[in-house]
């Protein structure tokens, strides 16, 4: 396998800052997120993240994210892109935009649940990933569905009826570990046996659920999910990893990590530890 980290979690750091860094502690790529954002200071994760890189001018900026890469040593884990799969003006821009820097592979949004009618939303969703199937092989790349709570694809489940039947060389699947935690958890190796060829990439989170001080009806708990560091969360990371490795799973799998117990440099530097660590670990015994 090989590690990657999603900038959307290392918002402290100017992109040359990260690809260093990052590259200094031994990561095999960089997942660059590429959206228009609101500003903020301090930056944070998803509004005034000094990791990202607009998506007004993109085009303009292409040599600059290469060379970046590049002189880091890094390699492209894939794209951490924002467009939503009906924006076909930019989703085409992305595809050509990840053709052009060797990425070989990029997000694209999906619909949230309350976009309309579920079965109307998925069928047009369907359509759009036929018509991104068409325009990610004319770029020689692959389009990624994320697993993501609040999503019409929140489980493998739902994501393999989305995209049965489509060449997995050019629409994927993303399985993300923490985002199954707060919507769509299935047993692991169930959920990779069910996506099959379509599993093309891994995000590794972590999270849990914590009880409030609110109360409902009658005085009934009221829970809420948070993100939390990769050792102290609910999922089993290794028992994922095991699950990966009897699935015969040898891609990248990227990190992003939204806890904050940690310094963001200390927070990255251990996150490849402890994940080659559970790696070797659940290796060793695989192969044994």
């Given at each position: 396998m090989k590690f990657s980290v999603f900038t959307a979690s290392t918002p402290d750091w100017e992109p040359a800052e990260a690809a260093r860094i990052l590259a200094g502690q031994g990561w095999d790529g960089i997942e660059w997120?590429?959206?228009?954002q609101a500003e903020a200071e301090p930056p944070g994760f998803w509004a005034g993240?000094?990791?990202?890189?607009?998506?007004?001018?993109?085009?303009?900026?292409?040599?600059?994210?290469?060379?970046?890469?590049?002189?880091a040593g890094l390699e492209f884990s894939g794209i951490g892109g924002y467009a939503n799969c009906r924006d076909h003006d930019n989703v085409e821009r992305m595809l050509a935009a990840t053709g052009r820097l060797g990425a070989r592979q990029v997000r694209v949004t999906m619909p949230g649940v309350r976009a309309g009618d579920y079965r109307e939303t998925?069928?047009?969703?369907?359509?759009?990933?036929?018509?991104?199937?068409?325009?990610?092989?004319e770029?020689?790349?692959?389009?990624?569905?994320?697993?993501?709570?609040?999503?019409?694809t929140s489980s493998a489940s739902a994501a393999i009826r989305l995209v049965d039947g489509l060449d997995p060389e050019r629409v994927g699947v993303i399985h993300d570990l923490g985002n199954l935690i707060i919507e769509g958890h299935e047993d692991?190796?169930?959920a990779f046996?069910?996506?099959?060829?379509?599993?093309?990439?891994?995000?590794?989170k972590n999270a849990l659920w914590r009880k409030t001080d609110e109360v409902g009806f009658d005085g009934s708990a009221i829970w809420r999910n948070e993100w939390a560091p990769l050792r102290s969360g609910q999922a089993d990371v290794e028992a994922y990893f095991a699950a990966?490795?009897?699935?015969?799973?040898?891609?990248?799998?990227?990190?992003?990590?939204?806890?904050?117990e940690l310094?963001?440099?200390?927070?990255?530097r251990d996150n490849l530890a402890y994940l080659r660590g559970i790696n070797d670990s659940v290796t060793s015994r695989h192969d044994g």
């Open positions: 997120r590429i959206v228009d993240n000094r990791s990202t890189w607009p998506l007004t001018g993109l085009e303009d900026r292409l040599d600059e994210i290469a060379r970046v890469t590049s002189d998925f069928a047009i969703t369907r359509s759009d990933l036929e018509w991104i199937e068409g325009r990610a092989a770029h020689g790349v692959r389009a990624l569905v994320e697993l993501h709570h609040g999503t019409i692991f190796l169930s046996q069910m996506l099959g060829p379509y599993l093309a990439h891994v995000h590794v990966l490795h009897e699935h015969g799973y040898d891609g990248w799998v990227t990190v992003e990590d939204f806890s904050t310094p963001l440099e200390e927070r990255t």
